[in-house]
């Protein structure tokens, strides 16, 4: 590493004075690298899990320094820009992946994939999910690494599927067989099952799903509004009916966890990242086991995924480097033992689950990952919005159409008509 560190500061030097504008950039010796995330510094499994790698990452390179620093989830684009803005921008940063379009489009970001030869982007990637690789790729490339990632994933109580008279190990496969499975858990005074799609903007991954499933999409890989299709249409129709049925209840998102952590609650379907959490409330509790995300009968499951990216956006070429370095630990085979096991995230290498010398040990006792981390063998893309109110079009979506007809009963067709005009009128497509 001091090699490469000090190849990269001669090539720095070499270059025009003035291009390398950070501090200890200009001599061989130990680097300090910037890190913003938001899972740093909570007091849950997610800062744990951060603090445990940054611990392993320093242990074995001991000429990088790792300064973290902590911020919520909904303000770290914000906040990365007005570090930019400021001329000190994070060396990396975690952005939640609704937000990397935003980041390509403004900030001075260096691609991943441009940072190391090509040689070694392809040792160091080639246990990565590959479906996954191509489906992250910007402009033909890795622009922003994926770190943190799930997939909607099925959790079910299978005490209350035994009482209910449903076979726990035949979990739903589609919406229609969910429906049936809620008002059998309802009959027995349980709480049904709960489709986790219309909570705020971050729920917009399992919209995307859900629709995907059904053969539609919320938005063309350009950025053209789409979401007001039939394919659309009777996706979240068929998730109305989970309400209007009675097999779902008509609650809010932090609610419907709380009823399943509780054990009143008989499946939920949601983010794989929840996957810590309602372990540690079952344990004890209630027998959890997991699934895929169910859908539509006789169509491919294809989820796309949520969680966060790594981006780069060191100014010299010593802090991109060592910025490289640190990314390569966080996504290698000893990184996502570290993130599966202690944050609860996809391990990103699908091997690394029969490998005894990682998370064999782990999935040996507890395969409950297993469901969301064979959706990433078809994963989709995540669909972008176009133009700078890409964000606000997503909570558009999310906010004026998805929870007014799940759990509101809005009529579909003509809300997601009109609020597609809406989102069509503010990103132009």
Same mark, same amino acid.
């Given at each position: 590493m001091k090699r490469l560190l000090s190849v990269?500061?001669?090539a720095c030097l070499l270059a025009t004075v003035g291009a390398c504008g950070n501090?200890?950039?200009?001599?061989d010796g130990p680097i300090t690298l910037s890190f913003l995330s938001y899972n740093y510094g909570t007091p849950d499994v997610?800062?744990?899990?951060?603090q445990q790698l940054i611990d392993a990452f320093e242990k074995s390179h001991p000429d990088?320094?790792?300064a973290p620093q902590g911020v919520p989830v909904a303000d770290t684009l914000t906040r990365v820009r007005s570090r930019t803005a400021a001329g000190d921008p994070p060396d990396v940063a975690q952005i939640g992946w609704s937000k990397v379009a935003a980041a390509y489009r403004g900030l001075p970001l260096t691609p991943v994939q441009d940072i190391p030869t090509a040689d070694e982007w392809r040792s160091a990637t080639a246990g990565l999910s590959q479906p996954l690789l191509r489906a992250v790729e910007h402009e033909g490339k890795v622009a922003a690494m994926p770190y943190t990632l799930s997939t909607p994933t099925l959790f079910y109580n299978a005490?209350?599927?035994?009482? @209910?008279g449903l076979d726990p190990a035949k979990p739903p496969a589609t919406i229609a067989e969910a429906q049936r499975a809620g008002l059998a858990l309802v009959r027995i005074g349980a709480s049904g099952v709960y489709f986790d799609i219309a909570g705020a903007s971050k729920s917009d991954f399992l919209?995307?799903?859900?629709?995907? @499933?059904?053969g539609g999409s919320v938005a063309t890989p350009d950025g053209r509004v789409t979401f007001d299709q039939p394919a659309a249409v009777e996706a979240l129709t068929a998730v109305q009916q989970l309400t209007t049925s009675g097999a779902q209840p008509a609650v809010a998102e932090a609610d419907a966890i709380a009823a399943f952590k509780a054990g009143k609650l008989g499946a939920l379907v949601t983010s794989t990242a929840l996957l810590a959490g309602l372990e540690e409330a079952a344990n004890g509790h209630f027998e959890l086991r997991t699934g895929g995300m169910p859908g539509f009968a006789g169509k491919p499951v294809r989820t796309t995924f949520s969680g966060a990216g790594l981006v780069v956006l060191a100014k010299d070429d010593a802090h991109k480097q060592a910025a490289w370095e640190f990314i390569k630990f966080l996504t290698s085979a000893e990184g996502y033992t570290i993130i599966t096991s202690k944050i609860g995230y996809l391990p990103l290498r699908p091997d690394l689950v029969k490998d005894p010398r990682y998370l064999g040990p782990y999935f040996a006792k507890d395969p409950r990952i297993g469901p969301a981390l064979d959706q990433l063998e078809t994963v989709r893309p995540y669909t972008f919005f176009d133009g700078?109110?890409?964000d606000r079009a997503v909570a558009t979506l999310q906010d004026d159409a998805v929870a007014p007809i799940v759990l509101r009963g809005a009529d579909p067709a003509s809300t997601l008509a009109e609020v597609a005009a809406q989102v069509r009128s503010m990103t132009g497509r």
């Amino acid at each position: 590493m001091k090699r490469l560190l000090s190849v990269a500061v001669t090539a720095c030097l070499l270059a025009t004075v003035g291009a390398c504008g950070n501090s200890d950039d200009s001599s061989d010796g130990p680097i300090t690298l910037s890190f913003l995330s938001y899972n740093y510094g909570t007091p849950d499994v997610g800062g744990e899990g951060t603090q445990q790698l940054i611990d392993a990452f320093e242990k074995s390179h001991p000429d990088i320094t790792i300064a973290p620093q902590g911020v919520p989830v909904a303000d770290t684009l914000t906040r990365v820009r007005s570090r930019t803005a400021a001329g000190d921008p994070p060396d990396v940063a975690q952005i939640g992946w609704s937000k990397v379009a935003a980041a390509y489009r403004g900030l001075p970001l260096t691609p991943v994939q441009d940072i190391p030869t090509a040689d070694e982007w392809r040792s160091a990637t080639a246990g990565l999910s590959q479906p996954l690789l191509r489906a992250v790729e910007h402009e033909g490339k890795v622009a922003a690494m994926p770190y943190t990632l799930s997939t909607p994933t099925l959790f079910y109580n299978a005490d209350l599927f035994r009482k @209910a008279g449903l076979d726990p190990a035949k979990p739903p496969a589609t919406i229609a067989e969910a429906q049936r499975a809620g008002l059998a858990l309802v009959r027995i005074g349980a709480s049904g099952v709960y489709f986790d799609i219309a909570g705020a903007s971050k729920s917009d991954f399992l919209t995307q799903s859900v629709v995907a @499933a059904n053969g539609g999409s919320v938005a063309t890989p350009d950025g053209r509004v789409t979401f007001d299709q039939p394919a659309a249409v009777e996706a979240l129709t068929a998730v109305q009916q989970l309400t209007t049925s009675g097999a779902q209840p008509a609650v809010a998102e932090a609610d419907a966890i709380a009823a399943f952590k509780a054990g009143k609650l008989g499946a939920l379907v949601t983010s794989t990242a929840l996957l810590a959490g309602l372990e540690e409330a079952a344990n004890g509790h209630f027998e959890l086991r997991t699934g895929g995300m169910p859908g539509f009968a006789g169509k491919p499951v294809r989820t796309t995924f949520s969680g966060a990216g790594l981006v780069v956006l060191a100014k010299d070429d010593a802090h991109k480097q060592a910025a490289w370095e640190f990314i390569k630990f966080l996504t290698s085979a000893e990184g996502y033992t570290i993130i599966t096991s202690k944050i609860g995230y996809l391990p990103l290498r699908p091997d690394l689950v029969k490998d005894p010398r990682y998370l064999g040990p782990y999935f040996a006792k507890d395969p409950r990952i297993g469901p969301a981390l064979d959706q990433l063998e078809t994963v989709r893309p995540y669909t972008f919005f176009d133009g700078p109110q890409a964000d606000r079009a997503v909570a558009t979506l999310q906010d004026d159409a998805v929870a007014p007809i799940v759990l509101r009963g809005a009529d579909p067709a003509s809300t997601l008509a009109e609020v597609a005009a809406q989102v069509r009128s503010m990103t132009g497509r």
